[in-house]
């Protein structure tokens, strides 16, 4: 089944406490993106990847970083939590260069205490 | 870079009739204009989508219109049913660029039976 799948789906932190949460995905996507949700802000873009080894900055990057070692994975790292991270985290994936669907993972419930 | 406003922020019609959702961008190289649809508590999925050379796109009760001079797009829905009750978010992108999509902040429908 094609899927994107994250982990953990809840998790409540303390501030300064480094974090990791994983994305992966079985579809052999190139692109893969991070994205936050918070209300009235709709999905905003943290990170995006156009492939291995290859990442760049979204529009709320600050305070995050990423990685792509592997075609398939895509964790988004918290080095140093605050309480205006706890939000709604999707990883998405699409084959397509900015246009095709993006398939979204389960979501992240983050809070920082 | 892109920004993409929606209205309206919620909006509530009796099953049966008609929702408009509308979108405007700022970027005149945007060229593809997806629409997701939000289940509480779910992940987006991509109900329709529309590239610009296109001014109008169907699909049974759903429709997608663009203006490009206007740089506008809008999401129809008719004879609304109770399941159609979601969080809906416009996008949009440049094909051209591997930035992925910029979504606009939400419109909560609900349908009332």
């Known amino acids: 089944e094609a899927q994107v799948t994250q982990n953990p789906r809840y998790l409540i932190t303390v501030t300064g406490k480094k974090l990791t949460v994983t994305c992966s995905q079985n579809?052999?996507?190139?692109?893969m993106s991070w994205y936050r949700q918070d209300p009235g802000l709709g999905l905003r873009q943290i990170y995006y990847?156009?492939?291995?080894?290859?990442?760049d900055k979204g529009d709320v990057p600050e305070g995050y970083k990423v990685s792509r070692k592997e075609k398939r994975n895509f964790p988004l790292i918290l080095e140093s939590p605050s309480p205006n991270q706890t939000s709604l985290y999707f990883c998405?994936?699409?084959?397509?260069?900015?246009?095709?669907?993006?398939?979204f993972g389960p979501g992240t419930r983050l809070t920082v205490t | 870079g892109e920004n993409v406003e929606q209205h309206p922020s919620t909006l509530s019609v009796q099953e049966g009739d008609s929702a408009v959702i509308k979108c405007t961008y700022s970027?005149?190289?945007?060229?593809?204009f997806p629409w997701y649809k939000q289940e509480l508590g779910k992940r987006p999925q991509l109900i329709i989508d529309?590239?610009?050379?296109?001014g109008e796109k169907k699909d049974q009760r759903i429709a997608v219109t663009l203006n490009k001079t206007a740089k506008h797009f809008s999401l129809h829905i008719t004879e609304t049913q109770p399941e159609d009750s979601a969080v809906y978010f416009c996008?949009?992108?440049?094909?051209?660029?591997?930035?992925?999509?910029?979504f606009g902040s939400g419109t909560q429908l609900t349908v009332l039976p």
């Open positions: 998405a994936s699409s084959s397509g260069r900015g246009e095709g669907e993006q398939y």
């Open positions: 579809m052999n996507h190139e692109y």
């Open positions: 990847s156009m492939n291995v080894e290859v990442t």
């Open positions: 970027d005149s190289a945007s060229n593809y």
């Open positions: 529309i590239r610009s050379n296109v």
């Open positions: 996008a949009a992108s440049d094909t051209g660029s591997a930035r992925q999509l910029t």
